[in-house]
Every structure is written in C-alpha cells, then in structure tokens.
C-alpha cells in the first residue's frame, strides 16, 4: 500500500471520530468566544469609547541677508517640548486626553492623541497645535515691530548725538588750553564714532527688512482625523482573548488526555505481562 493510500485511510477511519471530539469541546471553541464579544459589544455602553486623532502640519522656514539657506522656525526638542507643556494645560479642561507621541519628519510634525469620543478628541488635537502654529506664524510680526522700536530708538540717539556733535564743533576754545582742547577733540570723536555706529546700524535694518525674509509658512498639511476607535475593535479584541483561553482549554485537556492514555497504556502493559508470567508459572 501506498503513502498516499494509507494517509487517506487513516483520514477516513479518524476523520468521525476527530469530528465527535470537536463537537464535545465545540463549548471552548464557540461559546467563550462568543460571550467575550458579546461582553465587547456590552462594554461599549458600560465604559467610554476611546478614540486616537493625529494631524500633520508643515514647519515653517525663516532666511536673513547673512543666512540665505532657510532655518525652520523651530528646533525638533522646543517643538516636542512645547506641545507637550500645551496638553498638560488643557489638563483641566480634558482631564481624559493625552498626547500618545509627537513624530517629526523632516519638517513634517505628526502629534498623536488619545481622548473619550472622536468630536472631543479631534477638538483636544486641534487645541494643541494651535498655540504651536499661531507662534511660529507671529514671528515675523514680532521681529518687525522689535525692529520698529529699535529704529525708533536709534533714531533718537543719532539726533542727540549731532546736536552734542555741532555744539562740539562750535565751541569757542580759550587760546593756551590745549587740555580742554583735548578733551573737546576727544568728545568729538566719539560722537562721531557713535553716529557712524548708528547709521551702519540703521542701514542694516533697512536692508534687513528690504530682503525676503520670510520664506514659509506653518501650515497643517493634514487635517485632525480619527485614526483608532474602541467601537469596533473591542468586540474583535474580547473575541480573539475568548478564543485563544478556549484554545489554551483545549490544548490542556488534550495534554492531559495524552498522558493519562500514555500511563494507561503502560498500566495495561505492565498488568499483561504479570499475567503471562503467571500462567506460565501455572504450567510449570
């Protein structure tokens, strides 16, 4: 006989009786499973649905005259570090939400949060970030109104520093003093040193802001979505723990029938063998 012909008839003469087993533990494989979804489907109404929400949005680039070569707006540890101090203040507000992780790619940031229901977690998201782009955005405003006051300021100066200038140079020096003409010359310098200063100064500033500074805009590339819900993976979650703990059952059971069938085996053996020994003894 064959491999094949034998195979077939050992699935054929086992095949019923593997068929009856399944049927008796048909409890582990069926019913658990199906209770453990049920109990899924139950907790939805019993505890929160937890939802996950992530978004991506683009940093922004800043360049200067001296700098041509865009610099992003922030760096990748004051980002993370930010959002971070940013969710822990919404704390009161969303006492239930968290901010899982933060991913940067390049100048792509992807934040990742995790909060109960997908309206509010989508909100919380949008809360974090926003803080984080209208900073980024508003930099350049700032700095154009730091340079305002700057130029102000040196303005003032220089108009001070030329009156003390032409009163300087229209100082009647008495004839036979050269120590307050000395000093007379020295203010004078430095004045002069001081205005020459400013308007390098004032010149930077002009071209400084007549440059293309900057360059890019934060902006989200990907709007806050829902990515994970517990609603429909957590019947499937209870299902596959009701499964693997009838599998688990199973496989004990047929362990433990094994071995008992072994020391059964080996039981009957030892006993048959004491009986042959017997009637031989009888015979002799």
Not at 191 to 210: D, G, Q, V
Request: with cysteine; glycine share 6%.
């Amino acid at each position: 006989m064959g491999l094949i012909d034998k195979a077939e008839e050992t699935v054929t003469k086992h095949t019923p009786q593997v068929i009856v087993a399944l049927g008796r533990v048909k409890f582990f494989l069926l019913v658990i499973p199906i209770i453990c979804v049920v109990l899924g489907i139950l907790s939805q109404y019993l505890f929160p649905e937890r939802n996950v929400a992530s978004c991506s949005f683009k940093i922004g680039s800043f360049a200067t005259p001296t700098s041509p070569i865009p610099v992003p707006l922030a760096s990748e540890t004051q980002l993370k570090a930010r959002l971070r101090a940013t969710s822990v203040e919404l704390r009161e507000e969303y006492p239930t939400f968290l901010l899982i992780g933060t991913i940067i790619d390049g100048d792509v940031v992807t934040p990742t949060v995790s909060g109960v229901g997908p309206e509010k977690s989508i909100a919380f998201l949008e809360k974090v970030i926003g803080p984080e782009i209208n900073l980024h955005n508003s930099r350049l405003e700032k700095l154009q109104a730091v340079q305002a006051d700057r130029r102000q300021s040196l303005e003032r100066q220089r108009a001070e520093l030329q009156k003390l200038e032409d009163s300087l140079s229209s100082s009647d020096v008495p004839p036979g003093s050269p120590l307050e003409l000395l000093a007379v010359q020295i203010g004078l310098d430095n004045t002069r040193e001081r205005i020459a200063k400013i308007k390098l100064e004032l010149s930077t500033l002009a071209l400084f802001n007549a440059s293309d500074l900057y360059i890019d805009k934060t902006l989200i590339v990907q709007e806050p979505r829902t990515v994970y819900s517990s609603k429909w993976t957590r019947p499937l979650i209870f299902g596959a723990i009701g499964l693997a703990i009838g599998l688990v059952i199973i496989i004990v059971i047929a362990a433990t029938s094994i071995i008992r069938s072994i020391f059964r085996r080996h039981s009957s053996k030892k006993g048959s063998d004491e009986a042959v020994e017997g009637m031989i003894d009888l015979t002799e």
